[in-house]
């Protein structure tokens, strides 16, 4: 039994042993199809795979995910729609609280007849899930209708791939187009260069080196929120920025809210959440809490930030001038410039009269009449900017009202107990949450897959990283296998004078680091001319002192009567090494192989080094690269590690005996 019982331990710990090298795997493999929701948990198995409310977070932090995280939504757009605890600041504040109370997040609109229901409203009875449908459906045909300047793109990894394609093929076919060729008669690569080009060409900026580097337009460059910003629609590449954003599904935008903008200002200017509660008197949990009051609001410090949001805050570009005050702008303008003909040299215009100067209520288009507009719109009184101001919410509003008529139509087809239609927001939460219910398959699909598409199509398009490392993997196992046969079966079949002090210098090199060698490897390939070239990544591990010492010692084990009948039969050194002492050493030389592969493949540093040239760039220089590019999504960069260590786990999968037959069989000998 002690002998039963020393065995089942030693294979109890050896399984534990070998469960304790797959644990980091998985959390690695886990890791990698996360996003910033569930990234930091280290869970073995991705939660939202079985745990739906896990799923429906992780869906709304990947929808609220920033466009660009050097400038950050800061977690204000979600909670403008949702207003969760005062002590979450972020989604990985809500993930890492330790008893988040999910009773209180309100994640379907801040109705009283709903209020204390969860967020997660999975098991819903059948009537209110047909209202949250009929929501959906009506938000997504008034969306179609909005100024596509009134929406955000959202889902930003996503979105920011689909953008890349839409630009990718929109300047293929302007490309196509202007040059008369045929899309068969170019390759993919030259294809692409020409629409960069013809792309760089359109938005006069630097050419692109790849679609996969062309970014959308982020809140650095559109500052919605800004009073004195403007659309710069004489802009190609906001214009098609714009143009992208108007063609994006329902789900992959939402709409700049009055609340929102409300909320961010309240968030800078209103000061400490106490001493705004003392204030005026509210009872909220967090400014988000804080409707934007639909006119001048009775209460003292309310009203003074209420004035000042519309009267000085609100942005200019989310004001419609109506035709009546066509007179006052052409007014504006004649005092302004002095006469039609100084205005036409300014615009670059060729105006006939005053009646020829277009007015469009917004905007206009070129830089310097956006400037005149800006001022004209400064020159207004208050109260008439006040009734100038257009919003998501008057929008969304008037799309109701044309469809139910009365508030009481409304709130019996959307299940809301509105005193009024003024009372009534854009339903985000809602409509988020019947989002997710329509593509919840969908999501996870994408969830899991899209980090790995990412990083493969970076690495297909950059340079010629696949196919340098395929011919390197392939040119340093043919060296392997070549020089350090030969010079073992030399030392051990021809008894040179000095084999035993060529041994330990060949030896002698495995106690240095390589890296102590890179230096002046790296000078005698300069001066040899050799840098860039497949020669300098290589002729520096051309030969091993290891792999020749194992060879040495396997030959020297052979019987010299092998070779006294081979010699006898008539066969030269040259059959005997190949015909006879090379197949009896196939374990040795395919463990020799793996060696030389893990080697070439997974070498960075001198790749990196003797390489500068991109286009010599291997699969692991490109990694880093990468690593660099996206190290704001640590997923995605882990994702990069699981699909550059396929090859490798490969490879020990299917040649697990030949790796043991080659460690083995020499120890034996």
């Given amino acids: 039994m002690s002998v039963i019982g020393f065995l089942g331990g030693s294979y109890l710990l050896l399984v534990l042993g070998g469960l304790s090298m797959l644990l980091p795997f998985l959390i690695m493999l886990s890791s990698s199809v996360s996003n910033d929701w569930d990234y930091e948990r280290y869970s073995p198995v991705p939660r939202y795979l079985y745990d739906r409310q896990e799923r429906y977070m992780k869906f709304l932090a990947e929808k609220y995910l920033s466009v660009n995280r050097k400038f950050p939504r800061d977690f204000r757009l979600f909670s403008a729609a949702y207003r969760p605890e005062p002590q979450w600041s972020s989604f990985r504040g809500m993930r890492e609280d330790p008893a988040p109370q999910w009773s209180s997040f309100r994640g379907m609109r801040e109705d009283p007849a709903i209020a204390e229901e969860p967020a997660f409203m999975f098991g819903v009875e059948a009537a209110r899930a047909e209202q949250v449908e009929r929501i959906g459906l009506d938000y997504e045909e008034w969306l179609a209708t909005l100024d596509p300047l009134m929406t955000l793109p959202m889902f930003a990894r996503f979105t920011r791939a689909d953008y890349q394609v839409f630009m990718r093929n929109k300047y293929e076919e302007a490309y196509l187009s202007a040059s008369g060729e045929l899309r068969e008669d170019l390759s993919p690569r030259e294809l692409e260069k020409h629409a960069l080009a013809a792309m760089a060409d359109s938005w006069q900026e630097a050419r692109f080196t790849s679609f996969f580097l062309v970014e959308m337009f982020s809140e650095a460059a559109y500052p919605y929120h800004l009073r004195e910003w403007l659309p710069p629609l004489d802009e190609q590449r906001f214009r098609d920025y714009l143009e992208f954003v108007e063609g994006l599904p329902p789900e992959r935008k939402i709409p700049i809210t009055a609340q929102h903008l409300w909320v961010r200002y309240l968030e800078n200017s209103a000061g400490e959440l106490e001493a705004f509660k003392a204030a005026t008197g509210l009872t909220i949990a967090c400014y988000a809490e804080v409707a934007l009051p639909v006119a001048k609001p009775d209460n003292g410090k309310l009203r003074e930030l209420w004035t000042t949001f519309v009267h000085e805050k609100w942005p200019l570009w989310m004001v419609r001038a109506p035709e009546a005050a066509r007179p006052d702008y052409i007014d504006f303008l004649r005092e302004r410039t002095g006469g039609l003909a100084r205005l036409n040299r300014l615009v670059e215009a060729d105006y006939a009269s005053w009646d020829d100067v277009p007015f469009t209520g917004t905007a206009p288009t070129s830089a310097l009449e956006r400037n005149l507009w800006r001022e004209f719109l400064g020159g207004q009184s208050p109260e008439r900017l006040l009734r100038w101001q257009v919003s998501a919410e008057s929008s969304y509003r008037e799309f109701l009202e044309g469809r139910y008529g009365t508030v009481a139509g409304v709130n019996a087809a959307c299940g809301w107990h509105a005193g009024g239609l003024d009372e009534i927001g854009v339903p985000i939460a809602e409509v988020d949450y019947g989002q997710f219910l329509d593509h919840e398959t969908s999501f996870v699909r994408q969830c899991l897959t899209f980090n790995f598409r990412q990083v493969f199509g970076f690495m297909t398009v950059q340079g010629r990283a696949l196919l340098n490392t395929f011919i390197l993997v392939l040119l340093s196992i043919a060296a392997t296998l070549t020089v350090n046969p030969l010079a073992a079966y030399a030392l051990s079949r021809f008894r040179l004078r000095r084999t035993h002090q060529i041994l330990l210098f060949l030896l002698a090199t495995m106690a240095f680091p390589a ?145 043991l037959r080659g460690i083995i069989i020499p120890t034996m000998k």
């Fill in 515 to 659: 890296e102590v060698s890179m230096i002046p490897n790296f000078l005698l390939l300069r001066e040899l001319g050799f840098l860039n070239t497949f020669a300098a990544l290589v002729l520096p591990g051309l030969a091993s002192g290891f792999s020749i010492f194992l060879l040495k010692g396997f030959f020297d084990s052979l019987p010299g009567e092998l070779f006294e009948s081979a010699t006898l039969d008539g066969a030269g050194e040259l059959t005997i090494f190949s015909r006879i002492v090379l197949p009896l050493t196939k374990p040795i030389m395919a463990y020799m192989a793996l060696l030389s592969f893990m080697a070439a493949y997974g070498g960075f540093m001198w790749a990196f080094l003797v390489c500068q040239d991109k286009h010599m760039w291997t699969l692991m220089v490109w990694l880093y690269q990468y690593q660099q590019t996206a190290a704001e999504f640590p997923y995605m960069v882990m994702a990069a590690f699981v699909l550059g260590s396929i090859p490798t786990l490969l490879v020990f999968m299917f040649c697990q005996n030949i790796i």
